[in-house]
């Protein structure tokens, strides 16, 4: 069996994503589940996603909507404490440089659009159903990277994960040349699946169990408040995003995740 928590794996809190994992599977262990001693990290997510030895991982709702919502059990999402969004929810953050004169998304029009990758609902979903069309540059690989494309003047405004922003304010210096001008609304978390449903009682007993026993500072490092299960239907009925080159060659409707 293998274990993934990849989703915020940020550099500076690698230690205290190690933590919740031990915390986790201890309590596996304890119940009978040869849970692997540590997290598996890997840059081919797809793959871990789709490995039938997953025992636990975590991935986005779009490609769990797409795609992994036929193939895994949907056991919830973590709880990281957003300010007036639900328990286990999450949304993006439009982000442009601190000395843009332009403080609304609707003035970005037509401006060079930074994205972490076209499976990504965060940076991409929510930046295509934006009330404006944005010109998109080739996919950065990371909400890091979307910033870091900001910050260096490559880019003029990108959506971030706020999870991910939070992260970005905490352990990089880049945020200190951007600011946010608008946010999305919120929509279920990062997916914690597994491709063994027999064990789906007992991995969401010992999620929420390690979350609530983990020590203050690594619970404060993550952001974490809880484990929260949220069903499969709550994913699904978001609307998906068109490719990029389709949002590129014909208009997007009007229908919009920014919120107000």
Same mark, same amino acid.
């Given at each position: ?7 915020y794996?940020?550099?500076?809190v690698?230690?205290?994503?190690d ?5 986790v ?18 840059d081919?997510?797809?793959a871990?996603?789709?490995n ?9 709702g ?5 795609e992994?919502?036929r193939r ?6 973590i709880?990281y404490?957003l300010p007036d969004?639900?328990?286990g929810?999450?949304h ?24 972490n ?7 991409? #979903?929510?930046a $295509?159903?934006?009330p @404006?069309?944005?010109?998109?540059? &080739? !996919?950065?690989? +990371?909400?890091r990277?979307?910033?870091r494309?900001?910050?260096d ?6 959506a971030?994960d706020a999870i991910?922003?939070r992260?970005?304010?905490a ?7 951007l600011?946010v ?10 997916a914690?699946i ?8 007992a991995l ?11 020590a203050?500072g690594d619970?404060?490092a993550?952001?974490i ?5 949220? #069903?499969?239907q $709550?994913?699904?009925? @978001?609307?998906?995003?068109?490719? &990029? !080159?389709?949002? +590129?060659?014909?208009h997007?409707g009007s229908k919009?995740?920014?919120q107000?």
């Amino acid at each position: 069996m293998i274990a993934a928590l990849p989703m915020y794996d940020h550099p500076g809190v690698r230690q205290s994503t190690d933590a919740l994992w031990w915390a986790v599977r201890d309590r596996l262990q304890r119940a009978g589940i040869s849970a692997p001693f540590s997290l598996s990290r890997s840059d081919d997510l797809f793959a871990q996603w789709r490995n039938p030895d997953l025992l636990l991982g975590q991935v986005c709702g779009l490609p769990f909507r797409t795609e992994f919502h036929r193939r895994v059990t949907l056991l919830g999402a973590i709880d990281y404490g957003l300010p007036d969004t639900p328990p286990g929810y999450y949304h993006s953050l439009f982000v442009v440089r601190r000395d843009d004169d332009r403080n609304r998304v609707e003035d970005f029009r037509g401006a060079r659009l930074a994205f972490n990758e076209a499976v990504s609902h965060s940076g991409w #979903a929510t930046a $295509a159903a934006a009330p @404006v069309r944005f010109r998109l540059l &080739p !996919e950065t690989g +990371s909400h890091r990277e979307s910033s870091r494309a900001l910050n260096d003047g490559n880019a003029d405004i990108a959506a971030i994960d706020a999870i991910s922003w939070r992260l970005i304010c905490a352990h990089t210096s880049l945020a200190r040349a951007l600011k946010v001008i608008g946010r999305s609304a919120a929509t279920p978390g990062q997916a914690l699946i597994t491709a063994f449903p027999e064990h789906a009682p007992a991995l969401r007993t010992a999620i929420a169990e390690g979350i609530a026993d983990l020590a203050p500072g690594d619970r404060s490092a993550l952001g974490i408040r809880g484990f929260v299960r949220i #069903a499969p239907q $709550a994913y699904l009925s @978001v609307p998906n995003p068109p490719s &990029p !080159e389709a949002y +590129s060659a014909q208009h997007v409707g009007s229908k919009s995740l920014l919120q107000g």
